[in-house]
């Protein structure tokens, strides 16, 4: 599967931006999808992701509720509604993808095959 991600731009702070990861291929739906990020000088960091299938979802701990992950395997697109944004949210935003992943290494990035080529998001104060 291919991944390109969009949607990144410059934001005020206290603003939103939704960023779409969006797939070509066969078969998405059996695909747990994931946001990662990494700012300037920082390791890079799970996000969030959404399960195959049922489509669970999960979240980083400094989420808080501010981030909302969905798919629509029609179009193959995930999306990653971002609110409340801060100027910490800075970062490159990647989408990557992992067929039939397993519940308990949704947040490892080793786990995912597929990476997309990342869209930044800027957060001025």
């Known amino acids: 599967v291919q991944l390109q991600a969009s949607g990144g731009g410059l934001v005020q702070a206290g603003g939103s931006r939704r960023l779409s990861c969006s797939a070509s291929?066969?078969?998405?739906?059996?695909?747990?999808v994931a946001w990662f990020r990494q700012a300037p000088g920082k390791e890079r960091e799970f996000v969030s992701a959404?399960?195959?299938?049922?489509?669970?979802?999960y979240y980083g701990d400094f989420v808080k509720g501010r981030f909302t992950i969905s798919r629509d395997n029609d179009k193959k697109t995930v999306y990653l509604q971002m609110n409340s944004l801060q100027p910490e949210d800075t970062a490159v935003y990647y989408c990557?993808?992992?067929?039939?992943?397993?519940?308990?290494?949704?947040?490892?990035?080793?786990?995912?095959?597929?990476w997309g080529q990342g869209t930044l998001v800027t957060v001025s104060s």
């Open positions: 291929g066969r078969a998405f739906i059996n695909y747990t």
């Open positions: 990557a993808a992992a067929s039939f992943l397993h519940d308990d290494y949704y947040n490892a990035d080793r786990y995912y095959s597929f």
């Open positions: 959404v399960k195959y299938g049922v489509g669970t979802t």
